[in-house]
T-cell receptor
Framework: GENVEQHPSTLSVQEGDSAVIKCTYS??????FPWYKQELGKRPQLIID?????GEKKDQRIAVTLNKTAKHFSLHITETQPEDSAVYFC????????FGAGTRLFVKA | DTEVTQTPKHLVMGMTNKKSLKCEQH?????MYWYKQKAKKPPELMFV???????INESVPSRFSPECPNSSLLNLHLHALQPEDSALYLC??????????????FGEGSRLTVL
């Protein structure tokens, strides 16, 4: 079955800096790659997603890139703000959603 | 209405109790899910219902019994649970009931403690 690895497990950045989270997946049939943000005590919420026929997608300060050949995808957050502090999960879907282990992002003011 | 509503928010039960978790969505989504989330871990898939029929069971112990009474409701019946079953139980829904791609809309979760 699908296996998703996510790095780093913890990331601490200064406000205004960029943050990059990387994921790899194992099943080449995976065709949809969402990113979820989960604030403490809250539900996971989709922040951006990308499909396998697209290499890059951007939404304001957030961008995701996908390299199908290497089977990896990344989340880029620019101009980080304290409210970006949360746990971020990548996921890959082929039939079912498989989540990465999560990255705890701390943005220091 | 873009909400998935879960009740109760908190539940404490003994190992001999029978209880149920409830989930409701009115977005017309055709797939509904139960996930289990332990502290500092990702959501772990338990069950998927597609068009009100159980389509995926991730080898979940029989002490967890899902039920989908109609297209808007999803229940999780709990019986003879173990302390290690204590976790946040998240319900989710998605529009696509066949390929399961697309955004998962999560409820706020039911935090279960088994004594």
């Amino acid at each position: 079955g699908e296996n998703v690895e996510q790095h780093p497990s913890t990331l601490s950045v200064q406000e205004g800096d960029s943050a990059v989270i990387k994921c790899t997946y194992s099943d080449s049939a995976s065709n949809y790659f969402p990113w979820y943000k989960q604030e403490l005590g809250k539900r996971p919420q989709l922040i951006i997603d990308i499909r396998s026929n697209v290499g890059e997608k951007k939404d304001q300060r957030i961008a995701v890139t996908l390299n199908k050949t290497a089977k990896h995808f990344s989340l880029h957050i620019t101009e980080t703000q304290p409210e970006d502090s949360a746990v971020y999960f990548c996921a890959a879907i082929v039939i079912k959603t498989i989540f990465g282990a999560g990255t705890r992002l701390f943005v220091k003011a | 209405d873009t909400e998935v509503t879960q009740t109760p928010k908190h539940l404490v039960m003994g190992m001999t109790n029978k209880k149920s978790l409830k989930c409701e969505q009115h977005m017309g989504h055709r797939a509904m899910y139960w996930y289990k989330q332990k502290a500092k871990k990702p959501p772990e898939l338990m069950f998927v219902y597609s068009y009100e029929k159980l389509s995926i069971n991730e080898s979940v112990p029989s002490r967890f019994s899902p039920e989908c009474p109609n297209s808007s409701l999803l229940n999780l019946h709990l019986h003879a649970l173990q302390p290690e079953d204590s976790a946040l139980y998240l319900c989710a829904s998605s529009h696509d009931g066949q390929r399961y791609t697309g955004e998962l809309f999560f409820g706020e979760g039911s935090r279960l403690t088994v004594l």
